[in-house]
């Protein structure tokens, strides 16, 4: 009951007007990317659009940032490893079934199948419209853009709100979540790349910046991850929460879409290199997937 309690604060106090004080000044602090350069990352987008998350019944209980938690506070990319990834398909390829909801528009429904098509070139993921399958992605319109972590069985949902979070980076990052992968700023040896600002951080939000176990795929650090979350995420006062070591101004968390290193995390973590089929022969089913 505590959980719940701290939980809804934390919902509660997630709004954030970007306002910078009167007092702020251009400090070592500010450089790098400025809140301005900030407006259409990935990160930030997803931030406006979750502001009146927990207002809604139907809105999951416990949520760090844009990550739904179904049962308690587990970190959840571990879980890559006890079972939650999607199977691997006998011709090699990923299948990862979707529904999308009928309350989008043919443009919105457009972007989102657009989107899903994008992993398929540069992976094996292959996201094909559910049919008989138990396990499947559930792409609906709720408060805000959220996911669950890996693959949590039955219908999953992934939450892209129509006014706010149909953009191509924006549902391949819930994507990336419901594949497996968390914040780039969470993962276990960020403490080498970054600098998380407490003092800074919105009260009661502090557990977007917690750290996890992650595992790497032995993959470097990236700034320019579409999971990485931006200089001033969550701030209370405008002023930078997360800043980049050792060079204070390198630009973070302002990708717009899935980057190189994104990509090569799907290709290590799915082992889509370890069949001829991502660069040989057309799957039989092409005609319906994404
Ligand atoms: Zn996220």
Redesign the pocket.
Known sequence: MMLQAAVVSVLLCSVHSFVIPASFDNTDESSGNSIDDDEFSVSTI?EKANRNIGKNVNDPLVMF???AVPTGLQNADPCTSRGCLWPKATDGNVYVPFRISPDYSRRERNIITQALRSFANPTCIRFTPQDQQRDFVDIKSLTGCFSFVGRRGRNQTVSLMRRGCVFTGTIQ?EML?ALGFD?EQTRSDRDEHVRILLENVEPGTEGNFRRIRTNNLNTPYDYNSV?HYSRFAFSRNGRPTIIPIPDENAVIGRASVMSPIDIQRVNILYRCNDTALTTGPVPVQKDFLL
């Open positions: 997803i940032g844009d990550i990052h979540h914040h999971m």
